[in-house]
């Protein structure tokens, strides 16, 4: 029994810690920055916690919670980048006036759903973690209450999610009915091609999946939850959820569903197809730079997908690389956004940045730096997440998907690249107010360093993701 | 050799452009261009001594270096042989001379001009000596992002135009390329260049992966009908920004050609050999036709480009001694012809704001010195003996000669409209009547333009009349290539 609770450490400290602040964050009064610096520690003593634990793969309670390198690794990518997303964030939020202590209790209860999300290892915990998860971003997004758009986001992500969590619930009871069980590894050896209930259950679960990652078809709220939340809050869906939704979709894939793979496989190819182009197509036309990196992410996410279609576990490998460099790119560009504020407002639209160059040169070649990356252009660290992708994708000779996704890399350069225009080449327009912000001057530096320097050792993701998938 | 030479060569450039970015400077931004110029110059220096070091009588990659990069996947190496080494030179020679030529016509941002030029010259650098198709692809498309900036922020008016055709241009021909790299990479299980030309890759690939390849060198050449870019980039981009672009990054892709697309494909090569000659025979005279039509002189001399681009891919493809010692030279030759005349109009644009050539007339009464050495660049623009220029055109009509008479008389009339564009360049730019008052006032050309243009005005003569140091140094690997090609299509069964 106490072995199971040394298992469950990070769950169980994040969970206690969590209450514990929220206790604080009740009954004192101006809490926020109290709350602030200790919800911080408490995600540093989880990674602790988590590096600390041994990663040999151990399933506990009937098999229903698994920990491994797997499980181990996501969840500290998860931590750090909420970590730097939530003290980046920190100024902003004081700024715009949301100082309340709920703002960093509630992201570390999603992070503990998360937790139990990449953890599980039977549906109903990982309903429950998913729940308990998408509840949370539900206040995050509608956290700013007297501002019309962040409520409308709020809403809108409530009632679309509420209806994909009801049809991956429909899924998992199918899934139930048709192979009699709950636990992952009994369902993999209920299953197979025959059994065409199930089927239909594997494509209502990941229809829900599909709407966590913002995956087209299902990516209908993404750009209107990222243009009306805060930027603080845009910045942590655009990373933690984005993370642990791959992170299941793999470990649906490679468990579960291991014995349909090819009827998995045919769906995840459209949808990732279906996600680079339009990620490619409708960012074009955009004008704001939240709902801009909304689609670009959207298209990223089909990148992502482009190396889970492969079906392997190089495939995976490459998606979890490319998330990886992905959460970098993101927590940097919107540390970036943090800077652009102009008499105690802060702006969002692309022709705001007309000029920057001349007067914010280091935000700038910050800006360039980041978005050449997401552009994947060498020899940037985006450039090598894409290139371990499509090698994966090239090895199972999906050459369509390959090359689909590479000519939307070149559409979707042409929007980074009219963002680089307006802070490059256009006419200095606006000069921003200073803005200290120190950690998200740290944040913004370590991306673009990790970003510029990843061509010097480019197998460094390779060595930690390769000790993943040896189970 | 143990000291990694090579990599030295490489990122000194990128080191120092570092310096200068932490350099301070109060009103001028003398240190940071002293640290460029300083640093361009060992760089050239450099790279004379690793030409001067290099064994011209074996055909093997030297100074081979070998790291391990991505993990059991693929090595970051580096090696030249001497098809390399000129480029090599070339780039380090213009450099510099972009940096000089900047001193007159950059006002704006100096600094960031010369971190621009110092990274590209680093990409530039590490095209030309990379041996692993990663490696390769790795630098050729980064000097996309440094020449973008400097077209788009240092450019002419339709500067957001061109920069963002240049830059999706190249980067539409170049993820096919990265398709075909991966491919290969399974196919043979290594991207390591050696290996993969001792593997040979099966025929029935070939044909596909060529034309992956062909669609981004293409491009960057560039060949008829996707080189429309080319105008609009030379047009836009600063004096610095259209020199390298033609002295330069133009190379890179009938480097490619010979490095890659010859000894990995040479079935495919064989094969598409006709769509090359007739691109490249449609490049030399559409391309002249329309130079002579042209009314800006950067876009005259950007489309003779085109047409002298032409003349390369034609070269290439003959499979001849002639015809490839041809286009390397006809390279190396455009590369200081076209770097010098991209100057010289820079020189007039720095003094008038004008390219255009009705603005200008009459120069050679006020203008002597600048006169003469205009002509001397048109002179060897033309191809005339005695020039750099001639050689490399007679060599390659030669080797097509040997292949196809026809086509080689159609590449010949390509030399007559070549004289024509040039010739009527110079009566109406030099000589004639004086059209414009402002000309009467043009200062000649001052000492750092004089070093410059006399420099590449030298060596363009000296070419002309004794090749003998460039011919002895790709001599060697030339043979070897067209050895190993010959041995290849035999043993495939064509012919």
Redesign the interface.
Known sequence: MLNNINILLPEIFLALSTFSILMIGVFIKNSFNLVFNLSSLIILVTIAIILNSSNDEIKIFLDSFTRDAYSNFFKILILISSLFVLNASKNYILDIKLGKFEYPIIILLSILGMFFMISANDIILFYLGLELQSLSLYILASIDRDNVKSTESGIKYFVLSALSSGLLLYGCSLLYGFTGSTNFDLIANQLNKENVGAVFAMVFILVGLAFKVSAVPFHMWTPDVYEGAPTAITSYFAVAPKVAGLAVLIKFMSIPFVNILTEWQAIIIFISIASMILGAVAAIGQKNIKRLLAYSSIGHIGYALAGVATGNISGYESSIIYIAIYVVMNVGAFSCLYFLKKDGEYRENISDLSGVSKKHPILSISFLIILFSLAGIPPLGGFFAKFYVFTAVLEQKMYALAIIGLLTTVISAFYYLKIIKTIYFDASVVTFDVVKNNFAKLSVFISCAILLTFFLYPSILNNVVDTLFIN | MDFPILSTLIFLPLVSSFFILISRDKKNNNSAIYISLFSSIATFILSLFVWYSLDLNSADFQFVEEKS???N?IKFKLGIDGISIPFIVLTTLVTPICIISCINSIKDRVK?FLIAILILETFMIGVFCSLDL?VF???F??G??PM??II??WGGPR??YS??KF??FT??GS??M??AI??I??LTGTTDVTQIYEIKIPKEYQYLLWLAFFSSFAVKMPMWPVHTWLPDAHVEAPTAGSVILAAILLKMAGYGFLRFSLPMFPVASEYFTPLIYILSIIAIIYTSLIALMQEDMKKLIAYSSVAHMGYVTLGIFTFTKQGIEGSIFQMISHGLISAALFLCVGVLYDRLNSRMINTYGGLVNYLPIYSFLFIVFVLAGLGLPGTSGFLGEFLVLTGTFQKNYVVAMLATIGVILGATYMLWLTKRVIFGNVNNEQVKNLKDVNSLEKLMLTTLAILVIFFGFYPAPLMDTINISVDNLINNYESAIQTSGIN
Do not use: C, M, P, T
């Open positions: 990069w991505i993990n996947f960031d990663v692809y790795l630098f498309e980064a996309l992002i973008f900036l788009g922020v500067k957001v920069a963002f830059f999706l980067l539409l993820v096919l990265l398709v991966i491919v990479y399974w």
